[in-house]
């Protein structure tokens, strides 16, 4: 266990680089606004989620998805992995659970952040 821990760790920590060059990048040539660093990350890192789980399993190389997939793209971007379990459930045939799910991720977090900073803005 330790070893995959540490595969994540080690792979969290490239991600989250990535993330942040990426993400400052976008934001130094476009300017501010638009969060677009933010969505050239989420839609980057769910392709290559796609990308990376078939080339795994295809060539028996899942032992590699600890650093790879929860840890490199886990640290770029948590949205690859909703993604990914997305697209789990509708290709099982589980079409209402993928729809409630998104749904539910989107607006339960969104509505989880302003309580979050409700908290925290109550509390200054």
């Known amino acids: 266990m330790i070893w995959t821990l540490s595969q994540v ?3 969290g920590a490239v991600g989250a680089v990535a993330r942040f060059l990426t993400v400052a990048g976008v934001a130094r040539a476009w300017g501010p606004g638009f969060p677009l660093g933010t969505l050239v990350v989420n839609v980057a890192g769910s392709f290559l989620m796609g990308v990376l789980w078939i080339w795994l399993e295809a060539r028996g190389l899942t032992r590699l998805a600890p650093l790879l997939m929860a ?4 640290g770029f971007t948590t949205f690859s992995a909703f993604s990914l379990d997305v697209l789990r459930l509708w290709e099982n045939g589980q079409t209402m659970a993928a729809g409630g799910y998104v749904a539910a991720s989107v607006v339960l977090s969104v509505m989880a952040l302003v309580a979050g900073a409700a908290l925290m803005r109550g509390m200054a």
Do not use: D, M, Q, R
């Not at 840890?71 to 886990?74: I, K």
């Open 71 to 74: 840890g490199v793209l886990g």
């Open 9 to 11: 760790a080690l792979g």
